[in-house]
Protein backbone atom coordinates (compact mmCIF):
# COMPACT_ATOMS: atom_id res chain seq x y z
CA UNK A 1 0.00 0.00 0.00
CA UNK A 2 1.46 3.45 -0.81
CA UNK A 3 0.40 6.32 0.86
CA UNK A 4 1.07 9.84 -0.09
CA UNK A 5 0.02 13.62 1.11
CA UNK A 6 -0.18 16.85 -0.51
CA UNK A 7 -0.43 14.45 -4.00
CA UNK A 8 -0.48 16.22 -7.46
CA UNK A 9 -3.24 14.95 -9.71
CA UNK A 10 -1.96 16.11 -12.45
CA UNK A 11 -1.07 13.03 -13.60
CA UNK A 12 -4.17 11.34 -12.07
CA UNK A 13 -6.93 13.48 -14.31
CA UNK A 14 -6.40 13.13 -18.25
CA UNK A 15 -7.92 16.67 -18.14
CA UNK A 16 -3.76 17.56 -17.08
CA UNK A 17 -5.70 19.79 -14.25
CA UNK A 18 -3.24 20.98 -11.76
CA UNK A 19 -4.74 20.29 -8.97
CA UNK A 20 -4.19 18.58 -5.62
CA UNK A 21 -5.33 16.14 -2.58
CA UNK A 22 -4.73 16.18 0.81
CA UNK A 23 -4.01 12.44 1.26
CA UNK A 24 -3.79 9.59 -1.75
CA UNK A 25 -3.82 5.99 -1.08
CA UNK A 26 -3.22 3.45 -3.68
CA UNK A 27 -3.90 -0.15 -2.83
CA UNK A 28 -2.94 -3.54 -4.20
CA UNK A 29 -5.15 -6.43 -3.09
CA UNK A 30 -8.62 -6.32 -1.74
CA UNK A 31 -7.04 -7.44 1.94
CA UNK A 32 -5.49 -3.94 1.85
CA UNK A 33 -8.68 -2.32 1.13
CA UNK A 34 -10.40 -4.14 3.93
CA UNK A 35 -7.37 -2.49 6.02
CA UNK A 36 -8.44 0.65 4.48
CA UNK A 37 -12.09 0.42 5.05
CA UNK A 38 -10.93 0.22 9.20
CA UNK A 39 -9.08 3.21 9.27
CA UNK A 40 -11.38 5.48 7.27
CA UNK A 41 -14.17 4.25 9.71
CA UNK A 42 -11.62 5.10 12.89
CA UNK A 43 -11.24 1.72 14.09
CA UNK A 44 -7.20 2.34 13.19
CA UNK A 45 -4.86 4.46 14.93
CA UNK A 46 -4.01 6.33 11.45
CA UNK A 47 -7.44 7.67 10.66
CA UNK A 48 -7.80 9.04 6.56
CA UNK A 49 -9.33 12.35 5.95
CA UNK A 50 -12.51 12.99 4.90
CA UNK A 51 -14.04 13.16 1.71
CA UNK A 52 -13.38 9.98 0.34
CA UNK A 53 -13.33 9.62 -3.92
CA UNK A 54 -12.16 6.21 -5.67
CA UNK A 55 -10.92 7.09 -9.05
CA UNK A 56 -9.43 5.12 -12.01
CA UNK A 57 -7.41 7.44 -14.40
CA UNK A 58 -9.19 9.94 -14.61
CA UNK A 59 -10.28 10.45 -17.74
CA UNK A 60 -14.34 11.02 -16.82
CA UNK A 61 -13.10 13.62 -14.52
CA UNK A 62 -12.82 17.15 -13.72
CA UNK A 63 -11.25 18.29 -10.96
CA UNK A 64 -12.58 21.84 -9.63
CA UNK A 65 -10.44 22.72 -7.19
CA UNK A 66 -8.29 20.73 -5.03
CA UNK A 67 -9.78 17.83 -3.18
CA UNK A 68 -9.63 18.56 0.60
CA UNK A 69 -9.89 14.18 1.67
CA UNK A 70 -8.51 11.12 0.64
CA UNK A 71 -7.80 9.53 -3.06
CA UNK A 72 -8.25 5.98 -3.62
CA UNK A 73 -6.83 4.34 -6.36
CA UNK A 74 -6.72 0.18 -7.08
CA UNK A 75 -3.31 -0.99 -8.39
CA UNK A 76 -5.30 -4.36 -8.27
CA UNK A 77 -3.70 -5.79 -11.41
CA UNK A 78 -4.04 -9.37 -12.91
CA UNK A 79 -6.20 -11.20 -16.15
CA UNK A 80 -7.03 -14.91 -15.44
CA UNK A 81 -8.82 -17.37 -17.32
CA UNK A 82 -11.60 -19.16 -14.90
CA UNK A 83 -12.03 -22.77 -14.94
CA UNK A 84 -14.47 -22.70 -12.51
CA UNK A 85 -12.84 -24.21 -9.87
CA UNK A 86 -12.90 -21.94 -6.74
CA UNK A 87 -14.93 -19.41 -7.54
CA UNK A 88 -18.61 -19.24 -6.94
CA UNK A 89 -20.84 -17.55 -9.58
CA UNK A 90 -24.47 -18.40 -8.87
CA UNK A 91 -26.80 -19.95 -6.37
CA UNK A 92 -27.31 -24.07 -6.81
CA UNK A 93 -25.22 -24.12 -9.86
CA UNK A 94 -21.60 -24.85 -9.63
CA UNK A 95 -19.00 -22.75 -11.07
CA UNK A 96 -17.59 -25.74 -13.22
CA UNK A 97 -21.14 -26.46 -14.71
CA UNK A 98 -21.45 -22.61 -15.86
CA UNK A 99 -17.91 -22.95 -17.40
CA UNK A 100 -18.26 -26.20 -18.85
CA UNK A 101 -21.47 -24.79 -20.57
CA UNK A 102 -19.93 -21.97 -21.93
CA UNK A 103 -16.95 -23.96 -23.48
CA UNK A 104 -19.56 -25.61 -25.29
CA UNK A 105 -20.42 -22.45 -26.92
CA UNK A 106 -17.12 -21.09 -27.80
CA UNK A 107 -17.19 -19.18 -24.79
CA UNK A 108 -14.77 -18.27 -21.49
CA UNK A 109 -15.35 -16.00 -18.31
CA UNK A 110 -12.25 -13.73 -18.20
CA UNK A 111 -11.32 -12.15 -14.74
CA UNK A 112 -9.48 -8.73 -14.72
CA UNK A 113 -8.58 -6.21 -11.77
CA UNK A 114 -10.13 -3.32 -11.39
CA UNK A 115 -6.53 -1.56 -11.72
CA UNK A 116 -6.19 -3.04 -15.04
CA UNK A 117 -5.80 -0.60 -18.20
CA UNK A 118 -8.99 -0.88 -19.99
CA UNK A 119 -6.70 -0.94 -23.37
CA UNK A 120 -4.38 -3.58 -21.64
CA UNK A 121 -7.61 -5.87 -21.87
CA UNK A 122 -8.46 -5.18 -25.30
CA UNK A 123 -5.03 -6.01 -26.58
CA UNK A 124 -4.60 -9.06 -24.41
CA UNK A 125 -7.98 -10.49 -25.84
CA UNK A 126 -7.24 -10.07 -29.06
CA UNK A 127 -3.21 -11.12 -29.17
CA UNK A 128 -5.60 -14.56 -28.09
CA UNK A 129 -7.99 -14.21 -30.72
CA UNK A 130 -10.76 -13.51 -28.12
CA UNK A 131 -13.79 -11.69 -29.17
CA UNK A 132 -15.94 -9.15 -27.00
CA UNK A 133 -14.41 -5.84 -26.21
CA UNK A 134 -12.18 -5.23 -29.66
CA UNK A 135 -15.08 -2.57 -30.48
CA UNK A 136 -14.33 -0.81 -26.97
CA UNK A 137 -10.24 -0.93 -28.02
CA UNK A 138 -8.70 2.58 -26.93
CA UNK A 139 -11.06 3.98 -24.38
CA UNK A 140 -8.96 5.26 -21.79
CA UNK A 141 -9.42 4.44 -18.01
CA UNK A 142 -9.03 0.97 -16.13
CA UNK A 143 -11.20 -2.46 -15.98
CA UNK A 144 -12.97 -0.79 -12.62
CA UNK A 145 -14.72 2.06 -13.91
CA UNK A 146 -15.75 0.70 -17.25
CA UNK A 147 -17.65 -1.47 -14.92
CA UNK A 148 -19.28 1.40 -13.33
CA UNK A 149 -19.62 3.61 -16.55
CA UNK A 150 -20.66 1.05 -18.56
CA UNK A 151 -18.14 2.57 -21.56
CA UNK A 152 -19.54 2.20 -24.84
CA UNK A 153 -18.59 2.98 -28.46
CA UNK A 154 -19.49 1.85 -31.88
CA UNK A 155 -22.00 -0.20 -30.93
CA UNK A 156 -21.03 -2.38 -27.96
CA UNK A 157 -21.23 -1.37 -24.09
CA UNK A 158 -19.11 -3.25 -21.39
CA UNK A 159 -22.79 -4.43 -20.16
CA UNK A 160 -22.85 -6.49 -22.87
CA UNK A 161 -19.54 -8.79 -21.92
CA UNK A 162 -19.64 -8.35 -18.24
CA UNK A 163 -20.68 -11.57 -16.37
CA UNK A 164 -20.34 -10.44 -13.10
CA UNK A 165 -18.62 -7.06 -10.93
CA UNK A 166 -16.62 -8.39 -7.84
CA UNK A 167 -16.74 -5.32 -4.96
CA UNK A 168 -16.10 -4.16 -1.66
CA UNK A 169 -18.95 -3.14 0.24
CA UNK A 170 -17.76 -0.28 1.94
CA UNK A 171 -21.07 -0.05 3.79
CA UNK A 172 -20.54 -3.56 5.74
CA UNK A 173 -17.29 -3.93 4.88
CA UNK A 174 -17.65 -7.03 3.05
CA UNK A 175 -16.81 -8.93 -0.53
CA UNK A 176 -19.83 -8.77 -2.84
CA UNK A 177 -20.78 -9.63 -6.33
CA UNK A 178 -23.13 -8.56 -8.70
CA UNK A 179 -24.35 -10.53 -11.88
CA UNK A 180 -24.71 -8.03 -14.82
CA UNK A 181 -28.65 -7.86 -14.24
CA UNK A 182 -28.26 -6.49 -11.07
CA UNK A 183 -25.74 -3.39 -11.58
CA UNK A 184 -28.61 -1.33 -13.35
CA UNK A 185 -26.89 -1.06 -16.43
CA UNK A 186 -28.14 1.78 -18.90
CA UNK A 187 -26.59 4.24 -21.37
CA UNK A 188 -23.24 5.04 -19.35
CA UNK A 189 -25.03 4.52 -16.56
CA UNK A 190 -25.06 2.00 -13.89
CA UNK A 191 -25.99 1.49 -9.96
CA UNK A 192 -22.45 2.28 -8.89
CA UNK A 193 -23.03 5.75 -10.74
CA UNK A 194 -26.62 6.58 -9.33
CA UNK A 195 -28.26 4.50 -6.19
CA UNK A 196 -25.37 2.64 -5.04
CA UNK A 197 -22.97 5.83 -5.84
CA UNK A 198 -19.87 5.71 -3.39
CA UNK A 199 -21.21 2.65 -1.64
CA UNK A 200 -19.32 -0.42 -3.71
CA UNK A 201 -15.22 -0.34 -4.62
CA UNK A 202 -15.14 -2.27 -7.80
CA UNK A 203 -12.23 -4.57 -7.38
CA UNK A 204 -12.33 -6.95 -10.36
CA UNK A 205 -14.67 -8.15 -13.10
CA UNK A 206 -15.37 -10.78 -14.82
CA UNK A 207 -16.37 -10.96 -18.84
CA UNK A 208 -17.70 -13.59 -21.40
CA UNK A 209 -15.56 -13.49 -23.77
CA UNK A 210 -15.64 -15.32 -27.38
CA UNK A 211 -12.95 -17.94 -29.16
CA UNK A 212 -15.80 -18.02 -31.94
CA UNK A 213 -16.05 -14.85 -34.20
CA UNK A 214 -18.45 -12.60 -33.18
CA UNK A 215 -18.06 -9.41 -35.16
CA UNK A 216 -20.13 -6.21 -34.72
CA UNK A 217 -19.37 -4.20 -37.64
CA UNK A 218 -22.78 -2.67 -38.45
CA UNK A 219 -22.19 0.99 -36.01
CA UNK A 220 -21.24 3.98 -38.38
CA UNK A 221 -18.33 3.12 -40.68
CA UNK A 222 -16.98 0.16 -38.90
CA UNK A 223 -17.69 -2.25 -41.43
CA UNK A 224 -16.39 0.18 -44.64
CA UNK A 225 -13.10 0.74 -42.64
CA UNK A 226 -12.80 -3.03 -42.01
CA UNK A 227 -13.40 -3.80 -45.90
CA UNK A 228 -10.89 -1.24 -46.49
CA UNK A 229 -8.55 -2.76 -44.04
CA UNK A 230 -8.65 -6.14 -45.75
CA UNK A 231 -8.35 -4.37 -49.32
CA UNK A 232 -4.97 -3.22 -47.72
CA UNK A 233 -3.61 -6.64 -46.26
CA UNK A 234 -4.82 -8.20 -49.75
CA UNK A 235 -6.70 -10.67 -48.08
CA UNK A 236 -11.06 -10.38 -49.55
CA UNK A 237 -12.46 -13.07 -46.96
CA UNK A 238 -14.23 -12.72 -44.23
CA UNK A 239 -12.00 -15.82 -42.68
CA UNK A 240 -9.00 -12.81 -42.34
CA UNK A 241 -11.37 -11.10 -39.84
CA UNK A 242 -9.46 -11.77 -36.54
CA UNK A 243 -10.14 -9.44 -33.27
CA UNK A 244 -7.24 -7.56 -33.42
CA UNK A 245 -8.07 -6.46 -36.97
CA UNK A 246 -11.33 -5.02 -35.39
CA UNK A 247 -9.56 -3.61 -33.13
CA UNK A 248 -6.73 -2.47 -34.85
CA UNK A 249 -9.40 -0.55 -37.54
CA UNK A 250 -11.62 0.71 -34.45
CA UNK A 251 -7.98 2.65 -32.95
CA UNK A 252 -7.65 3.86 -36.00
CA UNK A 253 -11.25 5.78 -36.41
CA UNK A 254 -10.70 6.87 -32.67
CA UNK A 255 -7.31 8.61 -33.17
CA UNK A 256 -8.24 10.65 -36.57
CA UNK A 257 -11.25 12.26 -34.45
CA UNK A 258 -10.31 12.03 -30.58
CA UNK A 259 -7.46 13.83 -28.94
CA UNK A 260 -5.07 11.76 -27.35
CA UNK A 261 -4.60 12.82 -23.56
CA UNK A 262 -1.12 12.44 -23.53
CA UNK A 263 -1.08 15.37 -26.19
CA UNK A 264 -4.16 17.30 -25.44
CA UNK A 265 -6.07 16.75 -22.11
CA UNK A 266 -9.54 16.08 -21.81
CA UNK A 267 -11.98 13.59 -20.51
CA UNK A 268 -13.88 12.84 -23.92
CA UNK A 269 -17.43 13.50 -24.60
CA UNK A 270 -18.21 16.40 -22.30
CA UNK A 271 -21.82 16.34 -22.69
CA UNK A 272 -24.59 13.53 -22.60
CA UNK A 273 -26.57 13.82 -25.80
CA UNK A 274 -30.43 15.41 -24.66
CA UNK A 275 -33.07 13.85 -24.55
CA UNK A 276 -36.26 16.17 -25.38
CA UNK A 277 -39.94 16.33 -26.42
CA UNK A 278 -40.45 15.37 -30.00
CA UNK A 279 -42.35 18.76 -30.14
CA UNK A 280 -39.09 20.27 -29.61
CA UNK A 281 -37.56 18.36 -32.12
CA UNK A 282 -39.72 19.16 -34.73
CA UNK A 283 -39.03 22.97 -33.39
CA UNK A 284 -34.82 22.28 -34.19
CA UNK A 285 -35.96 20.53 -37.32
CA UNK A 286 -37.69 22.93 -39.05
CA UNK A 287 -35.23 26.31 -38.01
CA UNK A 288 -32.36 23.61 -39.68
CA UNK A 289 -34.32 22.96 -43.22
CA UNK A 290 -34.72 26.75 -43.20
CA UNK A 291 -30.60 26.96 -42.54
CA UNK A 292 -29.68 23.94 -44.65
CA UNK A 293 -32.71 23.09 -47.37
CA UNK A 294 -35.81 21.52 -47.51
CA UNK A 295 -34.09 18.01 -47.67
CA UNK A 296 -32.13 18.41 -44.87
CA UNK A 297 -32.55 15.65 -41.83
CA UNK A 298 -31.12 16.71 -37.78
CA UNK A 299 -29.23 13.74 -37.24
CA UNK A 300 -31.79 12.24 -34.12
CA UNK A 301 -32.41 8.86 -32.43
CA UNK A 302 -35.78 7.66 -31.51
CA UNK A 303 -35.94 7.53 -27.63
CA UNK A 304 -39.69 6.16 -26.87
CA UNK A 305 -42.34 7.93 -25.19
CA UNK A 306 -42.60 11.04 -27.54
CA UNK A 307 -39.04 11.62 -26.90
CA UNK A 308 -36.32 11.79 -29.50
CA UNK A 309 -32.38 11.98 -28.55
CA UNK A 310 -30.60 14.67 -30.74
CA UNK A 311 -26.18 14.19 -30.62
CA UNK A 312 -24.75 17.02 -28.46
CA UNK A 313 -22.10 16.98 -31.09
CA UNK A 314 -24.48 18.41 -33.92
CA UNK A 315 -26.00 21.04 -31.45
CA UNK A 316 -22.52 22.58 -30.43
CA UNK A 317 -21.18 22.49 -34.08
CA UNK A 318 -24.44 24.22 -35.23
CA UNK A 319 -23.70 26.99 -32.92
CA UNK A 320 -19.93 27.28 -34.76
CA UNK A 321 -17.90 26.06 -31.28
CA UNK A 322 -16.14 23.58 -32.81
CA UNK A 323 -12.40 25.00 -32.50
CA UNK A 324 -13.42 27.59 -29.79
CA UNK A 325 -10.10 29.20 -27.78
CA UNK A 326 -10.65 30.44 -24.74
CA UNK A 327 -7.78 31.47 -23.31
CA UNK A 328 -5.37 28.35 -22.14
CA UNK A 329 -8.98 26.03 -23.11
CA UNK A 330 -11.46 25.17 -26.23
CA UNK A 331 -13.62 22.63 -27.69
CA UNK A 332 -11.38 20.20 -30.23
CA UNK A 333 -11.53 21.59 -33.70
CA UNK A 334 -12.52 18.12 -35.12
CA UNK A 335 -14.56 17.00 -32.22
CA UNK A 336 -17.18 19.98 -31.11
CA UNK A 337 -18.60 17.48 -27.87
CA UNK A 338 -14.55 17.25 -26.86
CA UNK A 339 -13.48 20.77 -24.29
CA UNK A 340 -9.64 20.53 -24.43
CA UNK A 341 -7.03 21.35 -22.24
CA UNK A 342 -5.00 23.13 -25.26
CA UNK A 343 -1.65 24.42 -23.97
CA UNK A 344 -1.97 22.22 -20.52
CA UNK A 345 -1.95 25.08 -18.99
CA UNK A 346 -5.36 26.15 -18.42
CA UNK A 347 -7.79 25.74 -14.93
CA UNK A 348 -10.23 24.30 -14.03
CA UNK A 349 -12.08 28.20 -14.29
CA UNK A 350 -11.08 28.05 -17.68
CA UNK A 351 -12.48 24.71 -18.23
CA UNK A 352 -16.04 25.35 -16.68
CA UNK A 353 -15.96 28.86 -18.25
CA UNK A 354 -16.02 26.66 -21.86
CA UNK A 355 -18.61 24.62 -20.64
CA UNK A 356 -20.83 27.50 -19.62
CA UNK A 357 -20.51 29.14 -23.24
CA UNK A 358 -21.19 26.00 -24.94
CA UNK A 359 -24.94 25.41 -22.35
CA UNK A 360 -25.61 29.24 -23.30
CA UNK A 361 -24.76 28.99 -26.92
CA UNK A 362 -26.92 25.75 -27.33
CA UNK A 363 -29.48 26.90 -24.90
CA UNK A 364 -29.74 30.25 -26.89
CA UNK A 365 -29.88 29.15 -30.54
CA UNK A 366 -32.19 25.67 -29.70
CA UNK A 367 -33.82 25.94 -26.08
CA UNK A 368 -31.78 22.83 -25.45
CA UNK A 369 -30.01 22.48 -22.18
CA UNK A 370 -26.64 20.60 -22.18
CA UNK A 371 -25.83 18.30 -19.01
CA UNK A 372 -22.46 17.17 -18.35
CA UNK A 373 -21.09 13.81 -18.91
CA UNK A 374 -18.42 14.17 -17.40
CA UNK A 375 -18.28 14.05 -13.00
CA UNK A 376 -16.89 17.75 -11.40
CA UNK A 377 -14.98 17.13 -8.60
C1 LIG B 1 -10.08 10.92 -25.20
C2 LIG B 1 -11.18 10.20 -24.45
C3 LIG B 1 -12.05 9.37 -25.13
C4 LIG B 1 -13.08 8.69 -24.46
N1 LIG B 1 -13.90 7.86 -25.18
C5 LIG B 1 -14.90 7.21 -24.54
C6 LIG B 1 -15.77 6.33 -25.27
O1 LIG B 1 -15.62 6.13 -26.48
N2 LIG B 1 -16.76 5.71 -24.60
C7 LIG B 1 -16.94 5.87 -23.25
O2 LIG B 1 -17.87 5.26 -22.69
N3 LIG B 1 -16.14 6.69 -22.53
C8 LIG B 1 -15.13 7.36 -23.13
N4 LIG B 1 -14.31 8.19 -22.42
C9 LIG B 1 -14.57 8.41 -20.97
C10 LIG B 1 -13.70 7.55 -20.02
O3 LIG B 1 -12.59 7.00 -20.68
C11 LIG B 1 -14.52 6.42 -19.38
O4 LIG B 1 -15.61 6.95 -18.66
C12 LIG B 1 -13.66 5.54 -18.45
O5 LIG B 1 -14.37 4.38 -18.08
C13 LIG B 1 -13.19 6.26 -17.18
O6 LIG B 1 -12.22 5.41 -16.59
P1 LIG B 1 -11.23 5.93 -15.49
O7 LIG B 1 -10.45 4.74 -15.00
O8 LIG B 1 -10.43 7.06 -15.99
O9 LIG B 1 -12.24 6.39 -14.35
P2 LIG B 1 -12.33 7.79 -13.57
O10 LIG B 1 -12.59 8.88 -14.53
O11 LIG B 1 -11.18 7.93 -12.67
O12 LIG B 1 -13.63 7.53 -12.71
C14 LIG B 1 -14.89 7.45 -13.32
C15 LIG B 1 -15.93 7.06 -12.25
O13 LIG B 1 -15.71 5.73 -11.82
C16 LIG B 1 -15.49 5.69 -10.39
N5 LIG B 1 -14.48 4.62 -10.16
C17 LIG B 1 -13.25 4.52 -10.73
N6 LIG B 1 -12.68 3.36 -10.35
C18 LIG B 1 -13.55 2.74 -9.51
C19 LIG B 1 -13.54 1.50 -8.78
N7 LIG B 1 -12.52 0.64 -8.84
N8 LIG B 1 -14.62 1.20 -8.03
C20 LIG B 1 -15.68 2.05 -7.95
N9 LIG B 1 -15.75 3.23 -8.60
C21 LIG B 1 -14.70 3.55 -9.37
C22 LIG B 1 -15.02 7.10 -10.03
O14 LIG B 1 -15.32 7.41 -8.68
C23 LIG B 1 -15.84 7.94 -10.99
O15 LIG B 1 -17.15 8.11 -10.49
C24 LIG B 1 -13.25 8.87 -23.06
C25 LIG B 1 -12.36 9.70 -22.35
C26 LIG B 1 -11.33 10.35 -23.04
C27 LIG B 1 -10.37 11.21 -22.26
Same mark, same amino acid.
Given at each position: MKTSHNMDLRAWNTFGMKVSCACFVEYGTVEELEELWKMRHGMSPDGLPSPFLHIG???? $???TKDFPGTVFHSDIRFISVL?? +??? @?? @? +???SAAEICADLAADGKMLVEAGAGVLWDDFCLWCAERGLWGPENLS????EVGAAAVQNIGAYGVEAKDIIFQVKCFDCVTGRRVAFKASECGYGYRDSMFKDSAKGRYVVTSVVFTLSSVPVPRLDYGHVKEAVNAAFETAGNHT? +?? $??SMLVRNVILSIRNAKLPDPAVIGSAGSFFKNPVIPRSDYERIASVARIEHGADYEVPHYDAGSGFIKVPAAWLLDQCGLKGLVAGNAGIYEKQPLVIVNLTGNASPSEILAVEAMAVKAVYEKFGVTLHPEVEHV
Open positions: KGSN $LLFEG +AGH @QY @Q +AGVGIPGE +AG $LS
